[in-house]
């Protein structure tokens, strides 16, 4: 029997759906066709017929170890047992010291300190926060512009929609935060359709940084942040050579460095994290999602040795930074963090990426024959992208159908637009993998 059919079917559908208003979900479509998961269990979910559904996404990008591994589910119930909450404003517990050091020891040096929150939104605001206060607590109170880029997705809070890329989540909001601008995305599908990995042409587009920091004078310039991959948009791969000369700008023009490694952190590229895998080390990190498989939310920064040591020098009775959450280092989340960090080591899914990447590439690749408006493909460690031509005068269209039908034959896809994104649990199976593919090639040609 498959893995998942033990798991009960959950609650039946709700009497009333008027009341959840869901994000980012056409809330009224939904209530006339409701997609409900009730249960999941390693690569499945059910939903409330008690249908079985293969997991293409890891949830959101998040269950990176699966569903309900043990491990996991009795470290939460423990530790909601011991001790719910402790407040870690001038007081401590001490797990998020002991997840801290493990966290530590994972990532690239000098990124040595970490802090946390409970969202990739809340670690992205924290990250470039810390980067304004850090120029101005070294005497650079005039470094308060914040670069990212087109199409970037770096949650939802005031600086994290600012700093994105996306025109759908920043029409509705004003103009955002003052001083932020924006390089072009990478993706170029013109020159790029159909690359195996990192696409060959777009190394330039690098430059642009050089040209808004010259425009807006190196010395306004506090951080640039970037999605090491682009998840949200779409999957967007950076060309080779691309970060490290963003690397390269930065360090000639003293501006900080942030990846945000919300979707590519633990395990997804093959790594700990991205700048690992591309050999890149940023200054500031931002993660959440796989950081306890999607458990219990949380979120984190980590910050280099030289970014934290400028807090450091006040008085010692004087508070080093005014931020930081109710939930920052929560029990629940910690316990939750170090079993699935504890996991990830035990079954070796931080490289598993690696060893399935062909695989993945090759049965992924094969969907091009299923659909004739199928324009791009992509893939990198275990993050697979399909791009379908835009029907004529319903962009989105498509995307939706693949979504609904996908579901309704047994697969969790993700859409954004027409472009379909998967990204499995890092549990994944070769028999899964050609199963999701078969699903989708046939959900595909239908569309
Ligand atoms: N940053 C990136 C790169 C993301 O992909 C996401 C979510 O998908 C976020 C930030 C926001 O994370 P959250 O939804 O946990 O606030």
């Given at each position: 029997?498959?893995?998942?059919?033990?798991?009960?079917?959950?609650?039946?559908?709700?009497?009333?759906?008027?009341?959840?208003?869901?994000?980012?979900?056409?809330?009224?479509?939904?209530?006339?066709?409701?997609?409900?998961?009730?249960?999941?269990?390693?690569?499945?979910?059910?939903?409330?017929?008690?249908?079985?559904?293969?997991?293409?996404?890891?949830?959101?990008?998040?269950?990176?170890?699966?569903?309900?591994?043990?491990?996991?589910?009795?470290?939460?119930?423990?530790?909601?047992?011991?001790?719910?909450?402790?407040?870690?404003?001038?007081?401590?517990?001490?797990?998020?010291?002991?997840?801290?050091?493990?966290?530590?020891?994972?990532?690239?040096?000098?990124?040595?300190?970490?802090?946390?929150?409970?969202?990739?939104?809340?670690?992205?605001?924290?990250?470039?926060?810390?980067?304004?206060?850090?120029?101005?607590?070294?005497?650079?109170?005039?470094?308060?512009?914040?670069?990212?880029?087109?199409?970037?997705?770096?949650?939802?809070?005031?600086?994290?929609?600012?700093?994105?890329?996306?025109?759908?989540?920043?029409?509705?909001?004003?103009?955002?935060?003052?001083?932020?601008?924006?390089?072009?995305?990478?993706?170029?599908?013109?020159?790029?359709?159909?690359?195996?990995?990192?696409?060959?042409?777009?190394?330039?587009?690098?430059?642009?940084?050089?040209?808004?920091?010259?425009?807006?004078?190196?010395?306004?310039?506090?951080?640039?942040?970037?999605?090491p991959i682009s998840g949200s948009a779409g999957v967007i791969l950076p060309p080779p050579g691309y970060l490290k000369r963003l690397r390269e700008i930065c360090d000639r023009y003293g501006i900080l460095l942030i990846f945000d490694e919300v979707i590519t952190g633990f395990g997804r590229v093959g790594a700990p994290f991205a700048a690992q895998r591309f050999e890149v080390t940023p200054d500031m990190m931002t993660v959440a999602k796989g950081l306890t498989s999607g458990c219990v939310p949380m979120g984190a920064v980590f910050v280099s040795d030289r970014v934290?040591?400028?807090?450091?020098?006040?008085?010692?009775?004087?508070?080093?930074?005014?931020?930081?959450?109710?939930?920052?280092?929560?029990?629940?989340?910690?316990?939750?963090?170090?079993?699935?960090?504890?996991?990830?080591?035990?079954?070796?899914?931080?490289?598993?990426?690696?060893?399935?990447?062909?695989?993945?590439?090759?049965?992924?690749?094969?969907?091009?024959?299923?659909?004739?408006?199928?324009?791009?493909?992509?893939?990198?460690?275990?993050?697979?992208?399909?791009?379908?031509?835009?029907?004529?005068?319903?962009?989105?269209?498509?995307?939706?159908?693949?979504?609904?039908?996908?579901?309704?034959?047994?697969?969790?896809?993700?859409?954004?637009?027409?472009?379909?994104?998967?990204?499995?649990?890092?549990?994944?199976?070769?028999?899964?993998?050609?199963?999701?593919?078969?699903?989708?090639?046939?959900?595909?040609?239908?569309?």
């Amino acid at each position: 029997s498959l893995p998942g059919q033990a798991a009960a079917p959950g609650p039946a559908t709700p009497a009333s759906m008027d009341a959840f208003w869901m994000p980012f979900t056409a809330n009224r479509q939904f209530r006339r066709t409701p997609r409900l998961l009730a249960a999941a269990e390693g690569m499945y979910y059910r939903d409330v017929e008690g249908r079985q559904i293969l997991d293409g996404t890891a949830g959101l990008w998040c269950c990176n170890a699966g569903h309900a591994r043990p491990r996991i589910v009795e470290a939460i119930a423990r530790q909601a047992a011991t001790m719910d909450f402790a407040p870690h404003f001038q007081m401590g517990s001490p797990l998020p010291f002991e997840l801290a050091a493990r966290l530590k020891e994972l990532a690239p040096r000098p990124l040595d300190h970490v802090f946390f929150t409970n969202s990739g939104s809340e670690s992205v605001d924290t990250a470039l926060k810390i980067a304004i206060a850090w120029h101005r607590a070294r005497g650079e109170g005039q470094r308060t512009r914040l670069i990212g880029r087109e199409k970037a997705y770096h949650g939802v809070g005031f600086g994290g929609f600012s700093v994105g890329g996306l025109p759908n989540n920043r029409k509705w909001f004003g103009p955002g935060l003052p001083g932020v601008d924006h390089m072009r995305h990478t993706l170029d599908i013109a020159r790029n359709a159909f690359s195996r990995g990192l696409p060959a042409h777009g190394v330039e587009l690098a430059e642009d940084l050089e040209r808004l920091v010259q425009l807006h004078d190196p010395s306004t310039i506090a951080a640039v942040i970037v999605e090491p991959i682009s998840g949200s948009a779409g999957v967007i791969l950076p060309p080779p050579g691309y970060l490290k000369r963003l690397r390269e700008i930065c360090d000639r023009y003293g501006i900080l460095l942030i990846f945000d490694e919300v979707i590519t952190g633990f395990g997804r590229v093959g790594a700990p994290f991205a700048a690992q895998r591309f050999e890149v080390t940023p200054d500031m990190m931002t993660v959440a999602k796989g950081l306890t498989s999607g458990c219990v939310p949380m979120g984190a920064v980590f910050v280099s040795d030289r970014v934290h040591e400028a807090f450091m020098q006040g008085p010692e009775g004087a508070i080093d930074l005014f931020h930081g959450y109710t939930y920052s280092g929560h029990p629940l989340a910690c316990a939750a963090a170090l079993a699935t960090l504890d996991t990830y080591a035990e079954e070796g899914l931080l490289a598993r990426a690696l060893e399935l990447e062909d695989y993945w590439a090759d049965g992924l690749h094969g969907l091009r024959s299923s659909n004739p408006g199928i324009i791009d493909i992509r893939n990198y460690g275990l993050i697979g992208a399909i791009e379908l031509a835009p029907q004529d005068g319903a962009p989105g269209a498509r995307g939706y159908q693949v979504l609904e039908r996908a579901f309704r034959k047994g697969l969790l896809v993700r859409t954004t637009g027409d472009t379909i994104a998967l990204s499995p649990p890092l549990i994944v199976e070769r028999q899964h993998i050609d199963d999701m593919f078969s699903m989708l090639g046939e959900v595909l040609a239908t569309v």
